[in-house]
């Protein structure tokens, strides 16, 4: 990504630069051509400005190609050591001052140009006032000025949102670290209460734990994945969970899948903490409960819901905050990020159930 990021960084400056060099290269153009095909003291029609009239065809093309080669330095003197120091860091006095004393001191080395090859071309040094350059200098300098703060603006807005990108990926990567061990936390659990009943189904608990790793660890390191391997997912989990509390004739667990074919891709991870809180909260060894979860794909729409009835315990606020557990928070965030404006989930924590219903667009 760093090689990519410095590549596209490299391609952007010699761009920057090519922009620059036209700009100067087509002042640099016209002002001679200019000179040679418009000004000419005989050009009837396109005669000079009443102030170059008395100024020789020659010393006329002397005065703008001195003048065009002065551009060159003080464009890019300005465009790529005082704009970043001085105007873009809001140290406007110091710029202006800079720019000032830079124009006044290329065209004196100009004007110091220009009378040397005069003299080679003996053109006789008469005072007369010089041509009105400071127009075409202050237009060139105010186009360099303007494109220059237009690309900085450009370059800064995508350099932050590459580092929003990745301080987002940084974060979805820690809360999809912090849900795996999660994960993983309760379902040995769940395979430690069977080895505690000498359980015949502990083997087959430890396979679909397998299945479960192999899902979490791998398939889901590529970023989107098929609904339908995520409902796969959720299948196995609930599998794991029915054994666990096989023996225990209270409990109902109904999972209604209506998702339809075809190949939908969804962000994995993002049921399992509900499913997980559901069976945490849900399961009563003494009296009876429920689970029941439902998915459904309508419309370009995902419906996810799950309810379940809850342990007896008191309705307090925290303990509304406890229920949510690390899992549905880190879930939660996982959604802002994922699907900003794209999704809707209420939560309903009332004493004798809990229930949440999550719409994707998808």
Known sequence: MFAYQRKLNLNINQMRLLLHCGIVLIFAIILPAWAIFFARPDSSMFPPPPELAHITSNEMVIRLLTFAGALIPIYFFNVYFLLPRFLIARKYLIYFIAILISVIVVIEMARGMQNMLMELQQIPKIMRPPPPFILPLALLLGIGTSLEMVLQWESQKRKQETVEKEK?????????????????????????????????????????????????????????????????????????????????????????????????????????????????????????????????????????????????????????????????????????????????????????????CLTIRL
């Open 168 to 356: 987002i990926a940084a974060e979805l990567s820690f809360l999809k670290s912090q849900i795996n061990p999660h994960f993983l936390f309760n379902t040995l659990n769940n395979i430690y209460s069977l080895a505690e009943r000498n359980s015949n189904q502990t083997g087959h608990s430890i396979l679909l734990l397998s299945n479960l790793m192999r899902y979490v660890l791998y398939d889901t390191s590529e970023g989107k994945i098929l609904l339908s391997k995520e409902v796969k997912h959720l299948e196995d989990y609930i599998a794991l969970q029915r054994l666990r509390i096989a023996e225990v004739d209270t409990v109902s667990i109904e999972f209604i899948n209506e998702v339809g074919s075809g190949n939908v891709l969804i962000e994995p991870l993002i049921f399992i903490p509900f499913v997980e809180n559901a069976f945490k909260h849900g399961v009563s060894y003494t009296h009876a409960s429920f689970i029941k979860i439902e998915m459904a794909t309508k419309n370009n729409f995902l419906i996810f819901k799950v309810l379940n009835s809850k342990k007896s315990q008191p309705q307090t606020s925290h303990h509304k905050e406890k229920d949510k557990g690390v899992g549905i928070a880190n879930t939660m965030r996982r959604l802002e990020i994922l699907y900003p404006n794209l999704h809707e989930l209420k939560i309903e924590n009332e004493r004798e159930y809990y229930s949440i």
